[in-house]
């Protein structure tokens, strides 16, 4: 313990209580500001928000010493004088509509020492010139990323199922089916979207291409979000890992501008493991979600770590991930059954820090839980249950906020709670990547994977560009963003085709065709079952109200789609009929 002065003698008259200063004799100033509000409570340090404030009053040091640790922290380099930041208890810190105060009348323009042909002048037109370069991102972009087949699918002779046009942004997915006579034939399922990533595109495309005009959408203000949905084993960790090391490459680029002078980056990250949330920056901390009086959810005491080198992110994102919690299930032994998340912010230095932007990544858990409700223990079904509920949940919240829909569903699940901050407002941006295995034993879960992307974006009416849901008019559009920076257009596309994830049938005589029909409705029957059963072990793990609640309009929508397969393959027979009968007719 260090002999510096007390931290009490420099609080006094800052109306702590006298215990609480008592107790702060044995702590010096740059102690306490080199722990978190959680670390405090462990001390005993009662009342830790206003001891925050008090602190925050005093011209803190920087923190030379960090002696009295409680929780591993990454080391080196570590700026820990926002560790202190809990984005549970503090208004100032999060914001609905992002802060720009400072930044709103400024064109990003080279000053004249920008001007100048030194070093720095040279990075600050380099962040100049790279800002200006990336345009406005999409409100919603949904991609899909194929991986290669890998050796153990080679060796075993998997063929490959998976057809990528990427100039199109079109996906075939060649689905090997048995008919009833038991002759093998091919069904081709046709699915679009905003981009189709073959095998051949590497992560460093994939950032510039799909996720780097997020770094732009935050230094204008806004929200981004980047998150992989996928089976285990699609390539979501391979895709995701790399993404915040080459945006924080960018942001510390952009930074270097006069204009962000003040700004600096911090970061934090998080797991929601069957429903609870964890922080990956501190031990593995249990951490509450709570909702403010301004109906804001909070992840409460959750640590953020300021950011002042790629190196130092390096370390932060090692040490998320050897944390992040991996189970044991029958589907695969290494599959990761937690979503993991990384939220980057950008403050500004002077007090109180107003954050100017935010970008998230999220690596979801695996997609895939059927397995899971057959083949483990009870425990496991819950988690797959519960992972099934996230990812429904946020599918609707991605709908209902493309939809500009006045009631989003974040309630649904823990993972869309915490996210509904990064969501909302004008200026949120979400990048989707639909990550797909190629090999045919995976095709299945593929197509789920593809209907799941597809309905992510499938109400987009024709003749709307991304970005510009509902083919709503040209004012309704992204506004443009009051620091007077003028975004290139998103790109446009040629208008999305009407939903094309339906099975294209082969040419097959009538009769085998009707008989695919009922192939495909017993296939139907069995996955609503199998939903309807993982609603029910959900239910199981809780009686409460909410959950109740939930499982009915879970169930309710479930029987409602169970309807509408119904009337479908009634309608189908129905034609079939017809056809037969015209040609016996023209036979007779
Ligand atoms: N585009 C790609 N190119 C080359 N290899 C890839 C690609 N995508 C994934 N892989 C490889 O495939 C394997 C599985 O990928 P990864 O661990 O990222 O899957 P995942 O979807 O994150 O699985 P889980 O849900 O279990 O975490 C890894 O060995 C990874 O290196």
Redesign the pocket.
């Known amino acids: 313990m260090t002999q510096a002065p007390p931290a009490a003698a420099l609080l006094q008259g800052s109306g702590l209580p006298p215990a609480t200063l008592q107790a702060l004799e044995k702590y010096s100033l740059p102690q306490l500001q080199a722990l978190s509000l959680a670390d405090w409570q462990q001390l005993g340090l009662r009342d830790p928000i206003r001891l925050y404030r008090a602190l925050r009053e005093v011209n803190v040091p920087q923190a030379a010493d960090c002696s009295p640790q409680l929780t591993p922290q990454p080391s080196s380099g570590l700026r820990t004088d926002d560790d202190l930041v809990d984005l549970g208890d503090d208004d100032d810190f999060l914001t609905q509509d992002l802060d720009l105060e400072g930044f709103a009348d400024q064109a990003f323009t080279l000053s004249p020492a920008q001007a100048a042909p030194d070093a720095t002048a040279a990075a600050a037109a380099a962040g100049v010139h790279l800002l200006n370069s990336l345009p406005d991102a999409p409100k919603i972009r949904v991609i899909v990323?194929k991986?290669?087949l890998?050796k153990k699918e080679l060796e075993k002779c998997e063929t490959d199922v998976l057809e990528c046009d990427s100039l199109a942004a079109c996906l075939y997915v060649n689905e090997p089916k048995t008919k009833v006579d038991l002759t093998k034939y091919i069904e081709r399922h046709t699915f679009r979207f905003d981009d189709v990533f073959d095998?051949n595109v590497d992560n460093t495309q994939l950032y510039n291409q799909a996720v780097q005009p997020l770094v732009g959408t935050i230094f204008r203000g806004g929200k981004g979000t980047c998150f992989a949905y996928?089976?285990?084993?699609?390539?979501?960790?391979?895709?995701m890992s790399p993404l915040p090391l080459r945006a924080a490459a960018d942001m510390f680029a952009i930074m270097q501008q006069e204009t962000f002078a003040n700004v600096s980056l911090h970061v934090s990250c998080y797991e929601i493991y069957g429903g609870k949330v964890y922080d990956l920056l501190n031990g593995r901390k249990k951490l509450e979600v709570r909702e403010d009086g301004r109906k804001r959810v909070q992840v409460v005491g959750l640590r953020e770590v300021g950011v002042g080198s790629l190196e130092v992110l390096q370390q932060l994102c090692d040490h998320a991930a050897a944390a992040r919690s991996t189970g044991s299930t029958g589907a695969?032994d290494?599959?990761?059954r937690s979503h993991s998340i990384l939220c980057f912010a950008l403050r500004t230095n002077n007090e109180p820090p107003k954050i100017i932007g935010k970008l998230s990544f999220i690596?979801l858990?695996?997609s895939e839980r059927g397995a899971d409700t057959y083949d483990n223990d009870k425990q496991t079904r819950l988690e797959g249950a519960e992972i099934n509920k996230s990812l429904l949940a946020l599918k609707e919240c991605i709908r209902a906020l493309d939809a500009d829909a006045r009631h989003i569903p974040f309630r649904g699940s823990k993972l869309t709670e915490v996210l509904r901050d990064s969501f909302v407002g004008k200026n949120a941006r979400t990048v989707m990547i639909a990550?797909v295995s190629p090999n045919s034993g995976s095709c299945e879960h593929t197509l789920n994977t593809l209907r799941y992307a597809d309905r992510v974006k499938e109400i987009r009416k024709p003749g709307s560009a991304p970005g510009n849901p509902g083919g709503a008019p040209a004012a309704a559009a992204p506004p443009q963003p009051a620091n007077g920076f003028a975004p290139e257009p998103p790109q446009a596309r040629e208008p999305l085709p009407p939903r094309q994830a339906a099975p294209q049938p082969a040419p097959v005589p009538v009769g085998q065709q009707a008989a695919a029909a009922g192939v495909q409705h017993i296939e139907e029957c069995m996955a609503a079952v199998r939903e309807e059963m993982n609603l029910l072990a959900n239910l199981d793990g809780s009686s409460g109200g909410g959950d109740i609640e939930r499982y009915c309009s879970d169930l309710s929508a479930l029987l409602a789609q169970k309807q509408a397969s119904l009337s479908q393959l009634q309608l189908r027979l129905h034609a079939f009929q017809q056809l037969m009968r015209t040609a016996m007719n023209s036979r007779a």
Not at 230 to 239: A, L, P, V
């Open positions: 990323r991986r290669p890998n095998e996928g089976q285990t084993g699609s390539g979501k960790t391979y895709t695969n290494e599959s990761s690596d858990a695996g990550n």
